[in-house]
């Protein structure tokens, strides 16, 4: 069964500064995506990783993914209070389609 | 830029009630899906949907639940007996292809009373 964790689950950062969230998962997968939620609202697509190796990066957000460490990363450059919000991994089961397991989530605060 | 819509966006109901959940896909997508997730809790795959049969389902899919896409826009999703732990944020979802990036609708908070 596969299993994906996220940590740290809880993020309390100051404006400026960087932290990376990690999310490693359990078997071998060939897709991952980060996600953004804001409170009551819905999921919004950030990144897809498709290979090893894959970088990807959207203004002060990087993702990238090590297949074989079964790790991916989502960097935090600079933080501003814009980017509080939920933040998840999702991995892709690798059976039939749209059947992604989501990790725990990372709530992240942005303080001044 | 086209979204995934949801009905209603809150819907109460009573234990042993029957609720049917509303989704408009994306026009041009094939792909649908269902995902909840339980208040402070991760998102759950529920069940893909595609060429007018479900593709795969979880655990959770069980007799209670269906789906069905009665014409050529609506995606629905029904719980024929709610029970209090149903009470979850519901999340209607579609792709264009199976590997393509899944677009979220804004959910359907449903309530068990």
Redesign the interface.
């Known amino acids: 069964e596969l299993k994906v964790e996220q940590n740290p689950l809880f993020l309390s950062m100051q404006e400026g500064k960087n932290y990376t969230i990690y999310c490693n998962y359990s078997t071998t997968s060939?897709?991952l995506?980060w996600?953004r939620q804001d409170p009551g609202?819905?999921?919004?697509?950030l990144f897809?990783l498709l290979s090893n190796g894959a970088v990807k990066q959207e203004g002060r957000l990087m993702a990238s993914l090590d297949t074989k460490a079964r790790l991916s990363t989502l960097h935090i450059t600079a933080a501003v209070h814009d980017l509080s919000a939920t933040y998840?991994c999702?991995v892709?089961t690798g059976?039939?389609?749209?059947?992604?397991?989501?990790?725990?989530?990372t709530k992240l605060s942005v303080k001044p | 830029e086209p979204e995934v819509t949801q009905t209603p966006s809150h819907q109460v109901t009573q234990m042993g009630q029957e609720v049917i959940l509303r989704c408009v896909p994306i026009s041009n997508h094939l792909y649908f899906y269902w995902y909840r997730q339980i208040l402070g809790q991760k998102v759950e795959f529920l069940v893909s949907f595609y060429n007018n049969e479900i593709s795969e389902k979880s655990e959770i899919f069980d007799d209670q639940f269906s789906v069905e896409r009665p014409d050529g826009s609506n995606f629905t999703l029904k719980i024929r007996s709610t029970k209090l732990e149903d009470s979850a944020m519901y999340f209607c979802a579609s792709s264009y292809l199976g590997n393509s990036p899944l677009h979220f609708g804004n959910g359907t908070r449903l309530t068990v009373t």
Request: charged share 25%; net charge neutral.
């Open positions: 060939d897709r995506y996600y609202k819905s999921l919004e697509s897809v998840f999702a892709d059976g039939s389609q749209g059947n992604l397991i989501f990790g725990k989530g």
